[in-house]
């Protein structure tokens, strides 16, 4: 029986065996098939996604920095949480609101050097709390 075996390089080389070494030789072949065919049955490599055109966004070099920012507004919505309520609504019109200091003082009925007076007491408070 002739086997038949080609390297890497592209180099094919056959040899002359015995008829039972060649038998053998055949089903450990088809074992290995067989058996890297049910692997990756189960299996999605993402090279063959990326072959197929699937991407993949690369947040490697994020995560570190991504864990600090979540890390960071939890200890925030911590501190933001031990305010007063009207403290809590001040900080609300000011950051999501995003209303400026005029129009707060005026639906407040106080002037505008009273809301920065009480920003400042809040910024206070707040790094008090994230020390």
Known sequence: MHIKYQFLTGETVEIDVPDHIGEVSIAIERDMLNSNRRETRRHNSLSRMEEA???????????????????????????????????????????????????????????????????SKIYKRLQSFLK
């Open 53 to 119: 055109g699937c991407q993949f966004a690369d947040a490697s070099g994020n995560v570190a920095e991504l864990l600090l920012k979540n890390e960071n507004n939890r200890r925030l919505f911590d501190a933001v949480r031990h305010l007063l309520p009207q403290q809590q609504a001040l900080i609300w019109q000011v950051f999501y609101e995003e209303k400026s200091l005029a129009a707060i003082a005026r639906e407040s009925g106080v002037t505008e050097g009273a809301v920065r007076h009480r920003l």
